[in-house]
């Protein structure tokens, strides 16, 4: 029943309904207009007659006299009418192909609304309407449950009982029912340490708590299994909003003022610890005569197995449906990268030293993404020797600026060289780097082969390591 603020109430809902869809479609592009998600209707109850259906017809045999207006349209005619209709032509695209129109009907036949154009003249709302029918139509339940939650607790407060809502059962086509609205309250736990972090203000519980019932969310002290403190916060269907603790966090923040809050400078933006090594291992081994380049992380599957001799192991991350053969995985080794880079610039006065650092990628079943990042270091020396010297050199150079002393015995401190057998190397001039019990990588004078698969015409030596390994 309505109390006698009535006017006061349809003025609201006029501009609730519109701050409704403005902002649970905001996401919506304009052609499609922002009624294509939920449409919204109210209606005197008291001229209706229960249950009511909604039903899809076609437009020919639906018949009625339209909000404002005094005789009965088609609904094909309608929609024709409306064309020139500064407010509701924008919408008349989103059923106006359909061959069937939504429409609600009461159960003497009369026609409630035709959603989401026009409500029907017979139950407009007047000064004399005592009793209100809300109904929402949608293509998304989620927000449409939205709406009607919101739509029925804010109009609820101008009722004669205030806050009393009568509840509908719905049922399918399939045979389904359900009660709506559902005004259910839900519970959430917030670590009172998650609000006082990203506030940046010291509060006991207490004060949030009373902070909280300021913005219509109940709250109440709780603790964790492990003793942590936590805020136990009750959203009613008012707040649906509040959908993660970030939320709690953002309306304590608006009670307590973000005026009050103090301002301070943020930290200085600084180099993660693994790209702050990277540059250093840059400088030095720019200083050794090495130039950098930097290839492609995507790479074809024979360039990252068949070409450097090895075979598959299931390691490389693979490129679903890639656009050519040379992006069909993820490397897992910089080597082929750099012999690729070689090969194009034979003609390139010798001796060639080049080296790149950059990630790799392996599959990890440990990650929740099923693939980790690894952070490489490769280098190759190129011209009328191998130069297997001078990569052995700049292997102990990267070992000695990364303060990893040489310990021929393998100490679990240091670093030491062992036999390898790479099929990517010549048998007997390759080793394994160990370092600290791990394999980290190997160098040695790359095979013939291999050269040869690249279209390099001089001997090689080439190393490569996991520098991530050696922190």
């Known amino acids: ?39 919204i209707g109210t209606h005197d109850l008291d001229t209706l007659q229960g249950p009511f259906t909604y039903e899809a017809l076609s437009p020919k045999d639906i018949n009625f006299v339209p909000l404002k207006q005094t005789k009965s349209f088609r609904a094909d005619e ?7 209709d500064l407010k509701l032509k924008k919408y008349l695209h989103i059923i106006e192909s359909s061959p069937v129109f ?22 407009a709302i007047s000064l004399q309407t005592k ?31 205030k806050f009393e809502i009568e509840p509908v059962e ?16 839900y519970d959430m736990e917030v670590p009172l340490s998650y609000i006082i972090d990203l506030m940046g203000v010291s509060l006991e519980v207490e004060e949030v708590t009373s902070l909280l019932n300021r913005m219509q969310l109940r709250a109440e002290r709780s603790t964790s299994s492990e003793g942590q403190c936590l805020v136990k916060v009750h959203v009613p269907p008012s707040r649906s909003d509040v959908l993660h603790p970030c939320d709690v966090m953002e309306d304590v923040a608006i009670a307590y003022g973000y005026n009050n ?12 610890p693994l790209n702050e090594l990277t540059d250093l291992l840059r400088l030095e081994i720019a200083m050794n005569v090495y130039t950098e380049v930097l290839t492609w992380i995507l790479c074809s599957h024979k360039e990252n197995f068949e070409l450097l001799n090895r075979e598959d192991d299931n390691s490389a991350v693979i490129i679903g449906n890639p656009r050519g053969a040379d992006f069909e995985v993820v490397r897992t080794r910089l080597m082929h990268g750099i012999l690729k880079t070689v090969g194009s610039n034979n003609k390139h006065p010798k001796p060639i030293k080049i080296y790149e650092i950059g990630d790799v990628t392996l599959l990890d079943e440990t990650k929740d993404v099923g693939a980790s990042n690894r952070r490489h270091l490769a280098a190759l020396h190129c011209g009328a020797t191998s130069g297997f ?9 990267v070992m000695e600026v990364m ?19 790479e099929p990517e190397f010549l048998p007997g001039r390759q080793a394994s780097i160990i370092c600290k019990g791990k394999h980290v990588g190997n160098f040695g004078i790359v095979h013939p082969e291999v050269l040869n698969n690249f279209d390099i015409t001089d001997p090689c030596s080439f190393v490569e390591i996991d520098i991530e390994a050696l922190l």
């Not at 939504?102 to 139950?123: E, M």
């Open 389 to 397: 010297e001078l990569i052995h050199g700049l292997v102990d150079r």
């Open 78 to 84: 309608l929609i024709e009418f409306y064309k020139s």
């Open 131 to 161: 009793n209100v029918f809300i109904e929402c139509t949608a293509t998304d339940l989620t927000k449409a449950k939205i709406v009607l939650n919101t739509m029925v607790t804010t109009f609820s407060e101008y009722c004669e009982k």
């Open 1 to 39: 029943m309505i109390t006698s603020v009535f006017k006061m109430a349809l003025a609201f809902c006029a501009m609730a309904q519109g701050a409704l869809r403005r902002w649970l479609c905001r996401h919506v592009p304009p052609r499609r207009g922002r009624r294509s998600l939920v449409a």
């Open 102 to 123: 939504p429409v609600l009907y009461d159960s003497k036949r009369t026609v409630l609304s035709l959603p989401p154009i026009i409500n029907g003249a017979h139950s």
């Open 403 to 421: 303060g990893v002393p040489f310990k021929p015995d393998g100490d679990i401190i240091g670093y030491c060289i062992n036999r390898s057998e």
């Open 261 to 272: 809050i103090p301002t301070r400078m943020p930290a200085s933006i600084k180099p993660l």
């Open 170 to 185: 719905v049922t399918y086509d399939s045979g389904e029912s359900y009660i709506y609205p559902d005004l259910a309250v």
